[in-house]
Nanobody, 120 residues
Framework: QVQLVESGGGLVQAGGSLRLSCAAS????????LGWFRQAPGKEREFVAS????????YYADSVKGRFTISRDNAKATVSLQMNSLKPEDTAVYYC?????????????WGQGTQVTVSS
């Protein structure tokens, strides 16, 4: 069983930055593929970014490419999302997620989410 706990959300003005962190429990973290997702009010949850188990490969949604950076620290069992040049449309609850297989779409574990609000 893996537990994920996000932190770092908050209120920021457009153009500002935030760094989200997700701490994981369990001893399988270093073998897991990790992702960040978000869900805005009235919208479906959407993919934001993901990183391979060793951190060598990263993937981003087009809407955040060039502004957000995902990274992981396997020694500390954490995954982070650095968000720069934030826009009001980035406002959402952000979730970190983990899965064992990169070949499976479905993520096995989810955090409880952290709110990010970007004011115009």
């Amino acid at each position: 069983q893996v537990q994920l706990v996000e932190s770092g959300g908050g209120l920021v003005q457009a153009g500002g930055s935030l760094r989200l962190s997700c701490a994981a429990s369990g001893d399988t973290f270093s073998r897991m593929f990790l992702g960040w997702f978000r869900q805005a009010p009235g919208k479906e949850r959407e993919f934001v970014a993901s990183v391979s188990s060793g951190g060598e490969s990263t993937y981003y949604a087009d809407s955040v490419k060039g502004r957000f950076t995902i990274s992981r620290d396997n020694a500390k069992a954490t995954v982070s999302l650095q968000m720069n040049s934030l826009k009001p449309e980035d406002t959402a609850v952000y979730y970190c997620a983990a899965k064992y297989s990169v070949y499976v779409l479905k993520y096995d574990y989810w955090g409880q989410g952290t709110q990010v609000t970007v004011s115009s």
